[in-house]
């Protein structure tokens, strides 16, 4: 079956190195790309100097001309994966463009993410370990990853070609002015209950504290915010165990747990069920 290409020139790999610190990371994009990738760990970037979470298992992407700041918690710092791309050229995007979005952005892999790793785990140690073939070796794994990469962007509608949304955009837009905080952080959770997201992240977005977060939150919603984020996250669980045949553990995944027995006794405990007899029951 023949279908259109999705990279228009090979790219190439002008560097590539893992950070591990609690201190800030600069990641500055001139006339090239930077994506990184966070193995472990939780924290922000900053864009336009607003903050914005970063968490494990997500990729942040840097466009050329410009930079982000990574800031590590001190409670879970970073390990990352920095890599430089030289000659990004997506069809239907300007040249160095993963998105339609020219500024720094970060969206969690949800597909396939330990075939993602293992795809950069080749590629880090095909980098520190030349040998025969090398460059087009890495060449071949950098164009796996980046098709990856679009794929996952597909899915959240978020890439230039039109494709079903099968998941939520990532929303990098600064909290909207004429809602109330409590607004504004139940809008960012229905957008991003997949993350990683703590009290304090969500506090952060809006600029107050997280005790007057939790309070004004839990007056206008009913809820507190977390209790908020755990019920996005199961109806969205409801959601795929009805619509799709993705294993309990994958759906574990794609709502933002990593852990599936710690997911089967909070759903069961949300529903009264566990997940697969929910799904037995309502298909």
Excluded at 10 to 33: I, K, M, N, Q, Y
Excluded at 255 to 270: H, I
Aim: charged residues 20%.
């Amino acid at each position: 079956m023949n279908t259109p290409s999705i990279l228009l020139k090979t790219p190439l790999l002008a560097s590539c190195f893992e950070w591990a610190e609690v201190g800030p990371c600069v990641v500055r994009a001139e006339s090239d790309s930077s994506l990184v990738w966070i193995r472990a760990g939780s924290g922000q970037y900053l864009v336009s100097g607003k903050p914005r979470p970063l968490q494990e298992g997500s990729c942040l992407f840097v466009p050329p001309g410009t930079e982000t700041t990574m800031l590590s918690s001190q409670e879970r710092p970073f390990r990352a994966i920095v890599l430089q791309i030289v000659s990004l050229f997506l069809d239907g995007l300007d040249p160095g463009l993963l998105s339609e979005r020219d500024i720094p952005f970060a969206f969690p892999v949800l597909r396939d993410r330990y075939r993602f790793e293992r795809i950069l785990d080749d590629l880090m140690y095909e980098w520190h370990n030349p040998q025969y073939g090398q460059a087009q070796f890495i060449s071949s794994l950098l164009q796996a990853m980046l098709i990856h990469l679009v794929r996952e962007l597909r899915d959240r509608n978020d890439y230039a070609p039109p494709a079903p949304a099968t998941g939520v955009e990532i929303s990098d837009q600064p909290a909207t002015e004429d809602l109330s905080s409590a607004q504004n952080v139940k809008a960012y959770i229905e957008k991003n209950f997949q993350l990683e997201l703590s009290l304090n992240d969500l506090a952060n977005y809006v600029y107050v504290s997280p005790y007057h977060l939790s309070r004004v939150f839990k007056e206008e919603i009913g809820m507190s915010p977390i209790q908020y984020l755990i019920k996005c996250r199961i109806d969205e669980a409801k959601r795929l165990l009805v619509t799709t045949d993705l294993s309990v553990r994958e759906i574990a995944m794609q709502v933002g747990y990593a852990n599936a027995n710690y997911f089967n006794l909070l759903f069961s405990k949300m529903t009264g069920d566990s997940p697969g007899k929910y799904r037995k029951q309502n298909r």
